[in-house]
Nanobody, 118 residues
């Protein structure tokens, strides 16, 4: 089994920045994808960004040029640097990891709340 521990959420003013971290432990496939999804109240969970163990990155259009995802494979940790935050970025952010490309088999973190005040 894989466990994920997220950190870094909080409250920030619009235009501000936050950095999320997610550390994975346990039985981790060597070829994997780590990423972030988010869910706002009343909305479906949506992709924010993902990064594979080989470094391929995918961003949602809504966060391109504002958010940056990276990972430290030695630490099995993924980071999400969020800049120029907007009120519409407020959501619970969930970290995930899965054996590429099987998103349906993903392990999810507990979620971390991001609030953006206008």
């Amino acid at each position: 089994q894989v466990q994920l521990v997220e950190s870094g959420g909080g409250l920030v003013q619009a235009g501000g920045s936050l950095r999320l971290s997610c550390a994975a432990s346990g039985s981790i496939f060597s070829i994997n994808t780590m990423g972030w999804y988010r869910q706002a109240p009343g909305k479906q969970r949506e992709l924010v960004a993902t990064i594979t163990s080989s470094g391929s990155i995918n961003y949602a259009d809504s966060v391109k040029d504002r958010f940056t995802i990276c990972r430290d494979n030695a630490k099995n940790t993924v980071y999400l640097q969020m800049n120029s935050l907007k009120p519409e970025d407020a959501a619970v952010y969930y970290c995930c990891i899965y054996r590429t490309p099987w998103l349906a088999s993903a392990t999810w973190g507990q979620g971390t709340q991001v609030n953006v005040s206008s």
